[in-house]
């Protein structure tokens, strides 16, 4: 009894190693199923199985690993490449506008220019008609005194003239004896 023992305790642990190993193997199946799937996600069933039941299979999996690595680097660089592209034609329009507004800015100091000179020339004009101007009064200033002056003078001569004339007229025109008198020399 004790050998039928035995080779039953030695037939349950090696039915215990192959379901072990069973679930193992399916732990591993899922496990590269999954690892293929990341690689190549539009694999079918019938790849996965055929690439998990091949001999080569870790090399095809590394390959294509390496495979999907350089593809993963390409194209990390070929996307950051584009975002370069990207940055530098954003560059080159800012510096597109930053030339036109400095263009059009020298356009306006150069019209501004002109308005300035204008407005420069135009003020010295006002100087020197000013000038002309206050010149102009002082000399109306004096030929209004001077006027009123003379206007005084032909005043007082008109009244001197008026009061001789007065005193004539008095002197000959009112008898005054011996002066203008025709009726005493008969």
């Given at each position: 009894m004790r050998v039928m023992e035995k080779i039953q305790m030695h037939k349950f642990d090696d039915l215990r190693y192959q379901d072990v190993e069973r679930t193992y193997e399916q732990k591993y199946r899922q496990?590269?199923?999954r690892q293929i799937r990341i690689v190549k996600p539009d694999a079918t069933q019938d790849e996965v199985d055929r690439f998990i039941d091949s001999d080569d299979s870790?090399?095809?999996?590394a390959q294509s690993l390496m495979h999907a690595t350089r593809t993963n680097q390409a194209r990390a660089v070929l996307s950051e490449v584009q975002t370069r592209h990207d940055d530098i034609k954003r560059i080159e329009k800012t510096i597109t506008e930053l030339h036109q507004l400095f263009?059009?800015?020298?356009?306006?100091?150069?019209?501004?220019?002109?308005?300035?000179?204008?407005?420069?020339?135009?003020?010295d004009q006002t100087v020197g008609q000013l000038k002309e101007g206050n010149s102009m009064i002082a000399k109306a200033i004096l030929s209004a005194k001077a006027t009123r002056h003379k206007k005084w003078c032909c005043l007082?001569?008109?009244?001197?003239i008026c009061v001789m004339i007065a005193i004539l007229v008095w002197w000959f025109g009112f008898g005054h004896p011996g002066v203008g008198d025709n009726n005493s020399s008969n």
């Open positions: 496990r590269v199923e870790p090399q095809v999996f263009m059009d800015m020298s356009m306006l100091v150069e019209q501004q220019g002109e308005v300035l000179t204008s407005a420069e020339n135009n003020a007082f001569l008109t009244i001197a």
